[in-house]
């Protein structure tokens, strides 16, 4: 129920849909309308899903799943550039809500600590934050595990991969990664998270640097997939 005060911030800071600017109730960040439009993948209930295909081809992870589909021009792809480069982190927020929830009865239960793929640290400074944080986040919130941002490291700073071929993209991400301190994941289930999957490029690098620690196992959660990879 919405109180006196709700109103009256209402009427003075009218909140909007992010997805289609349609006046929304205080503390909410996207309409009903949009929320009912978004592409859900529902991958998490099958464990022989298209970017688990994908993925097991690049590095040996145990579980993937997307919350959405990504496509060009569509929803998913307008409200991930607001996440990405307008500040708008409340999405990751929704998102890893969202995608918690659907994990709640899963495989991804026997993940124990969320690790995001990082940003370069040039690449942090500019944007200012690192999009995946919440989402990853309120992930582990909802899983009731830790969520650790520390201790995966890029230590390359790379082009956006998008442009490139196969063979660029994989030469240009190659040792891109490193840990910081390899006791922390030692032994343990790591659930890595990050905003879009397009070639699993940068996934399976990450994955690849993880797996080398004594005992650990790898599974992926992402916000979208992007159904057709580029060549
Ligand atoms: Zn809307």
Redesign the pocket.
């Known amino acids: 129920m919405l109180t006196l005060f709700d109103d009256l911030i209402q009427t003075l800071f009218p909140s909007y849909?992010l997805?289609?600017r349609?006046a929304i109730p205080p503390k909410t960040t996207?309409?009903l309308?949009?929320l009912g439009e978004l592409p859900a993948t529902n991958s998490h209930l099958s464990n022989s899903n298209p970017l688990v295909e994908l993925l097991q081809q690049l590095a040996p992870i145990s579980y993937a799943t997307s919350l959405f589909f990504f496509e060009q021009q569509g929803l998913v792809q307008q409200l991930i550039h607001q996440l990405k480069y307008m500040n708008r982190e409340q999405l990751g927020s929704l998102f890893g809500t969202q995608l918690g929830q659907k994990l709640s009865d899963s495989p991804f239960l026997s993940c124990d600590l969320v690790v995001p793929i990082p940003l370069h640290k040039r690449r942090h400074r500019q944007r200012g934050y690192n999009q995946v944080s919440r989402f990853g986040q309120r992930l582990a919130k909802q899983l009731q595990i830790e969520y650790v941002s520390q201790n995966l490291i890029r230590k390359k700073a790379t082009k956006t991969l998008v442009r490139l071929n196969a063979h660029q993209r994989i030469a240009q991400i190659k040792d891109a990664f490193s840990i910081v301190d390899t006791s922390v994941f030692a032994g343990k289930h790591l659930l890595l998270v990050d905003d879009v999957v397009t070639t699993g490029t940068t996934l399976s690098e990450a994955a690849n640097c993880l797996l080398q620690i004594d005992g650990v196992q790898v599974s992926v959660a992402t916000i979208a997939f992007a159904k057709s990879p580029l060549p």
């Open positions: 849909c997805g289609c349609r996207l309409c309308h949009c």
